[in-house]
């Protein structure tokens, strides 16, 4: 049973336009969410998280919206650049210890 | 920066062998992980450990022990590889942090194909 949920396997956008990549999550204990970015061949790198106690955090052309409601958080890139081509994956936590990823979004961003 | 490094990049091992992945961080981090990244089903948790000589099962633990003999390092261990064992395999460590606001780092990872 899945308990974070990325549905969209693949997104294309056109460079300078904006990039949305959702996550549901059906555990209502998780209390801190996550996006990290990977190259092939590479691992995942943070890029910015949120705690379950806001609804939104920014960082430069980054921006992360939490909807507790809903379950659901989203990501989004503006303006997008090719170099932001990669996997997405969006992860939470429960308890401290024990981060459960999503199965990854691949953004494609066209020059 | 946070470092953690995996020993081996790519391995081919054949079927019934015992593998051994080593990870290092030097960040002193107290939780220390192993996941796997398959397509379609993005990162699955193995094991991961909050202390010396401390392990919990994730996800996924079958066909897999660990050992974290030392703070600094964290060791996945194939008992006798078979071939749904081919993937890649992603060490992470985190800083244990009040109010579980955990962000964990990557290594970059170990291609292991069993044939």
């Known amino acids: 049973d899945q308990q974070v949920k990325q549905n969209s396997p693949s997104l294309s956008v056109q460079e300078g336009r904006i990039s949305i990549l959702n996550c549901d999550y059906t555990?209502?204990?998780?209390?801190?969410f996550l996006w990290y970015k990977k190259y092939p061949a590479e691992g995942p790198t943070f890029l910015i998280s949120i705690s379950s106690i806001k609804d939104k955090n920014e960082d430069g052309r980054f921006t992360v919206f939490l909807n507790k409601s809903a379950k659901h958080l989203s990501l989004h890139i503006v303006p997008s650049q090719p170099g932001d081509s990669a996997v997405y994956f969006c992860?939470?936590?429960?308890?401290?210890?024990?981060?459960?990823f999503g199965a990854g979004t691949r953004l494609f961003v066209k020059a | 920066d946070v470092k953690v490094t995996q020993s081996s990049r790519y391995l081919v091992k054949r079927t019934g062998e015992k593998v051994f992945l080593e990870c290092v961080q030097d960040m002193d981090h107290e939780n220390m992980f192993w996941y796997r990244q398959d397509p379609g089903l993005g990162l699955r948790l193995i094991y991961f450990s909050y202390d010396v000589k401390m392990k919990e099962k994730g996800d996924i633990p079958e066909g897999y022990s660990v050992s974290r003999e030392k703070k600094e390092r964290f060791s996945l261990i194939l008992e006798s590889a078979s071939t749904n064992q081919t993937s890649m395999y992603l060490c992470?460590?985190?800083?244990?942090?009040?109010?579980?606001?955990?962000?964990?780092?990557f290594g970059e990872g170990s291609w292991l194909t069993v044939v």
């Open positions: 992860a939470a936590v429960a308890g401290g210890f024990k981060t459960i």
């Open positions: 555990n209502s204990m998780f209390d801190y």
């Open positions: 992470a460590s985190s800083l244990w942090v009040a109010g579980g606001r955990n962000t964990i780092y």
